[in-house]
């Protein structure tokens, strides 16, 4: 079975800063993998869909890259709204494994 | 805009049978190609996929939760179900159902309490 990681567990950052979150398989899914984000109390939401297409209503400040095992997740520029916990999720196989999530606040 | 809506038992004894009915709206659940699966996520953890189904009945299973998970679909009543069976306390969590296609579209979430 696939598995992914993600780094960092966590984060804090200031409103404005360039944010980046990693994600990797542990082995080749080609570009098969989304980035969803995540509210507390909601259901995750699409933003990134194979690797690097931005979601249709998405704000441009979202990002992402790569393809085979790393993949990065960029926000641009931080905003207060952006408080969430972010997950990459592959589909090249099965079973569908989440990465085990990025929560971001503000500092 | 295809949506979803879980339903079913919010608690749930140890050891009993947990059943949950995904209801599809604004589309046939027959139409396109679509899988219907399920994910749920514990208090304060991440996601875990439970398993899928195509309209044909084909399913497929989280190897970690096979030999307890059944899903099923009722095309006439344009939904689908899970049955999760010897349920503890490590199965409470927010139960999704979700359309997917290359990616999830999410119901709301329910959450189940399994809990004597």
């Known amino acids: 079975d696939i598995q992914m990681t993600q780094s960092p567990s966590s984060l804090s950052a200031s409103v404005g800063d360039r944010v980046t979150i990693t994600c990797q398989a542990s082995?080749?899914?080609?570009?098969?993998l989304n980035w969803y984000q995540q509210k507390p109390g909601k259901a995750p939401k699409l933003l990134i869909y194979?690797?690097?297409n931005l979601e249709t209503g998405v704000p441009s400040r979202f990002s992402g890259s790569g393809s085979g095992t790393d993949f990065t997740f960029t926000i641009s520029s931080l905003q207060p709204e952006d408080i969430a916990t972010y997950y990459c999720?592959?589909?090249?196989?099965?079973?569908?494994?989440f990465g085990p999530g990025t929560k971001v606040d503000i500092k | 805009q295809v949506q979803l809506q879980e339903s079913g038992p919010g608690l749930v004894k140890p050891s009993q049978t947990l059943s949950l009915t995904c209801t599809v709206s604004?589309?046939?659940?027959?139409?396109?190609?679509?899988?219907w699966s399920w994910i749920r996520q514990p208090a304060g953890k991440g996601l875990e996929w439970i398993g899928r189904?195509?309209?044909?009945?084909?399913?497929n299973y989280n190897p970690s939760l096979k030999s307890r998970v059944t899903i099923s679909v009722d095309t006439s009543k344009n939904q689908f179900s899970l049955k999760l069976s010897s349920v503890t306390a490590a199965d409470t969590a927010v139960y999704y159902c979700?359309?997917?296609?290359?990616?999830?579209?999410w119901g709301q979430g329910t959450l189940v309490t399994v809990s004597s």
């Open positions: 604004g589309g046939s659940i027959s139409s396109g190609s679509y899988y």
């Open positions: 194979d690797a690097s």
């Open positions: 082995q080749d899914i080609s570009n098969y």
């Open positions: 999720q592959q589909y090249d196989n099965l079973p569908r494994p």
């Open positions: 979700a359309r997917e296609s290359s990616y999830y579209d």
């Open positions: 189904i195509y309209t044909s009945g084909s399913t």
